[in-house]
Every structure is written in C-alpha cells, then in structure tokens.
C-alpha cells in the first residue's frame, strides 16, 4: 500500500475535526482521525485495516496522487516572444511628470512610497524613438494604422511638439 512518494496533500484540523486537503483535486475532504494520523505520518509501518480500507477508497476515487506540478505555464506564454516582437497593440508616452492639479490622493502626491510628481518631461527624441519602436514591433498588429500613416509628420508635431 505504501508508495515511495508521499501524496500531495496538506493536512488540518479543528477542535472537532480532521481534514485533508488533496491539492491534485483541488478538494478538501473530512477525514477520521485514525486516517489523519496514518496520512501524517505516511511512513508508519502500524496501520489498520479500516485506515487501510478508507484510504484505498480514496485513491480509486482519485485522491491521494502524489503527482506535483513542475511547470504551470499559460497556454500562449511560447507565443509571447513573438507578439512582443510583432504585435505590440498600444503605446503609452509619459510624456512628463509634472501635472498642475496634485490631488491629494494621487498615487505621485509624496502620501506614498512611490515616485512624486517632477518636472521632468520627455524629450521629442525620446518620444520618436519610442514611436519609431513601437511601430517595428506592431507590424503584425491587426489594429495599429499603417505605419506611413501613423507616423505622419504633422501628426508628430500637432501632437507632441506644439
Ligand atoms: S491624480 Fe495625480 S496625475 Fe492625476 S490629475 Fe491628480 S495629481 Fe495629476
């Protein structure tokens, strides 16, 4: 009945009963105390048959396994050198740190750890590079404009320069 790894579980208790919580199922099931105590210390050799019976009843319902996640990954992390490359959706310019408003509850008021409110702006270069880089990494992106039309002269300088 023993196998060489132990389940996945973590075990708990209150003041009136005993719990194991069986992570491969993602389920917590109330359990006798003869069984937390056999579940607790898994390489005990003094076990009885009920113990043996309940907790063989909880493998074949599929409790128990001791199978442990090495890699959880989202389906589409293998793609993402890609989209970063090509697809790129959005770009957002700070195009200066100052603002005249300085509402008390600003995450930059100096209330919080965080950066405050500078007058630093970014320079136009900065600002065409950023542009000129998003707009080679956004070649595959259904809803980014044409690059000769997003990037337009006069639109550079309505927007940003003036
Ligand atoms: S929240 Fe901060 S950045 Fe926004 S307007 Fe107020 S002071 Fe300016």
Known sequence: MKEKIAPYIHLFKTSERYYV????????????????????????????KSVVDFVGNMKINGFLRSDRIEVSEHPVTPLLPYYLKNKLRQLILQVTQNCNLCCDYCNYSGLYKTRTHTANTMSAKTA???????????????????????????????????
Do not use: M
């Not at 993602?26 to 006798?32: A, F, G, N, Y």
């Not at 980014?144 to 006069?154: G, I, K, L």
């Open 21 to 48: 919580y069986d992570v491969n199922t993602d389920k917590i099931l109330t359990i006798p105390e003869s069984v937390y105590n056999f579940l607790f210390d898994y390489d005990s050799n003094k076990v009885d």
């Open 128 to 162: 065409e590079k950023a542009i000129g880089f998003f707009i080679i990494h956004a070649k595959d992106s259904e809803i980014v404009p044409e690059s000769e039309n997003f990037f337009s002269a006069r639109w550079f300088d309505t927007t940003y320069i003036n």
